[in-house]
């Protein structure tokens, strides 16, 4: 991805860093580890998220119909000096409705200052019901006994300034631990393939960003 336009990104992440510009979340210790709703803050991200060089390689995936979910990810996680968040998780709750998770980096990621990690394979883990109702988004690893020690199986993902990385979002992965003095930013997304059974009027959270929306519920062939 070209220099200048991440060198820009990152720029807009550092003012809103600086002028603590809401929607964001707070650690425990009050920095702020999450600016949420990139897609509407600026036209650039909203380029990015449509980029070509994004969204070709997600059709090979997904077809020529996706989404991209302003509900799911749509945020920067800046990964703070002695960072805690190390946590395994999926992005979702259940396997009959997983996303495409995407990263974009804005930096130079590796193990010193927390890049990506993933358990391998790790989609293909037995699916857990969630517990009556949680109260959080994704499943996480550490809430499930059946679960216990698959962390110790994990390898990082060292990227360069403008990598994206792209993973099912079963996939168990978590933020490193960042050793550095500088916080590290990685720009979240998730996309899906349209969905043949929602009506296109339910769809206010959901940007089209390639091919069209179809809609295929049955009551279309009944007599
Ligand atoms: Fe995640």
């Known amino acids: 991805m070209d220099d200048g336009f991440i060198d820009e990104l990152k720029a807009l992440v550092d003012q809103y860093l600086k002028d603590e510009v809401a929607p964001y979340k707070r650690d425990k210790q009050g920095k ?12 650039k991200f909203k380029q990015l998220y449509t980029l070509p060089s994004i969204i070709k390689p997600l059709q ?22 002695g960072s805690n968040e190390r946590r395994f998780h999926r992005d979702v709750l259940h396997w009959s409705r997983p996303v ?21 394979t790790s989609q293909y883990l037995p699916f857990v019901p969630p517990y009556g109702l949680p109260n959080h988004a994704g499943t996480w690893l550490d809430e499930f006994e059946v679960y216990k020690g698959f962390e110790n199986q994990a390898l990082p993902v060292p990227v360069r300034k403008g990598d994206v990385l792209i993973f099912d979002t079963l996939i168990f992965h978590s ?3 960042n050793l550095t003095d500088e916080p590290r ?39």
């Not at 998770?101 to 927390?114: A, E, P, R, T």
């Not at 091919?211 to 007599?223: F, I």
């Open 175 to 177: 933020p490193g631990i």
């Open 100 to 120: 495409i998770s995407v990263l974009i980096y804005l930096q130079d990621s590796d193990i010193y200052n927390g890049c990506t990690e993933i358990i391998p």
């Open 185 to 223: 930013y990685a720009i979240t997304a998730a996309y899906h393939a349209v969905d043949e059974l929602l009506p296109t009027k339910c769809n206010h959270h959901r940007i089209l960003v390639s091919g069209k929306r179809t809609y295929c519920g049955n009551e279309l062939n009944w007599e």
């Open 60 to 81: 090979s995936l997904l077809g020529p119909n996706i989404e991209f979910l302003k509900n799911r990810h749509n945020h920067v996680s800046v990964i703070q000096k």
């Open 32 to 43: 702020i580890i999450k600016l949420f709703n990139l897609f509407d803050r600026n036209e």
